[in-house]
């Protein structure tokens, strides 16, 4: 592969992989907590939990999908760079497996936020009105947090990824140091043969 292409791949992956990451820490450490902040402090519904959790779940549809996007772009560049990049390395088959099991997380906590919203449809109060740990609620409940474990484990692989991204980007970069200090060696050594 190209040095220039290697250059706009890497390029790539260091802004999707930003959006990816970047967006679900942003979204739980800031927007989350602002969300249900304010609604419960305008007074403005009886229920603000439950107001508040149905614009954030508007939210999480939106970022979901760019979500989804971000994963399979990063998924087909791990995929290309492991197929172009000869000899094979462990560190790309790693980020390639990595970039799989984070598009199957998101995968997963697609489904949980659409079972979220089947559930909240077939009710007829806000979901804090029902008992906790009993039928919709329970399962509410279950989802909720397999959500949560599910973006907490994208988080963590999406880590590792990137680590593997820069033992890649530094073990090839080395071996091209190599080649070119071993090819000066041996064209130095056909001088001072060719002299003689």
């Known amino acids: 592969m190209s040095k220039k292409l ?9 802004a999707v992989f930003t959006v990816l990451q970047g967006s679900a820490v942003t979204l739980g450490l800031l927007v989350a ?6 609604i419960r402090q305008s007074g403005a519904t009886a229920n603000p939990d439950d ?17 989804l996007v971000c994963a399979l772009i990063l998924l087909a560049t791990a995929i290309y760079s492991y197929a172009k990049i000869q000899p094979r390395s462990r560190l790309l088959l790693g980020r390639v497996l990595t970039m ?8 997963g906590f697609a489904y949980t936020l659409f079972r979220i919203d089947a559930i909240q449809a077939g009710l007829t109060k806000p979901i804090d009105a029902y ?15 397999l959500s949560t474990d599910l973006i907490s484990a994208s988080l963590v692989v999406g880590t590792v990824w990137l680590v593997l991204s820069v033992l890649a980007v530094v073990k090839l970069y080395r071996k ?3 080649q070119k200090d071993t090819s000066q060696t041996v064209s130095r050594k056909e001088e001072a043969s060719l002299k003689f």
Do not use: M
Not at 6 to 14: A, K, T
Not at 100 to 107: A, D, K, P, R, S
């Open 6 to 14: 290697l250059g706009w791949l890497g390029g790539i992956e260091v």
């Open 33 to 38: 907590p602002v969300v249900f902040i304010t």
């Open 51 to 67: 107001l508040a959790g149905k614009v954030f779940g508007n939210i999480l549809h939106i970022w979901l999908w760019a979500t």
């Open 100 to 107: 799989g099991l984070i598009t199957v997380l998101t995968i």
């Open 131 to 145: 008992p906790a740990g009993v039928g919709a609620r329970g399962e509410f409940d279950f989802l909720h947090n």
């Open 176 to 178: 091209e140091i190599y």
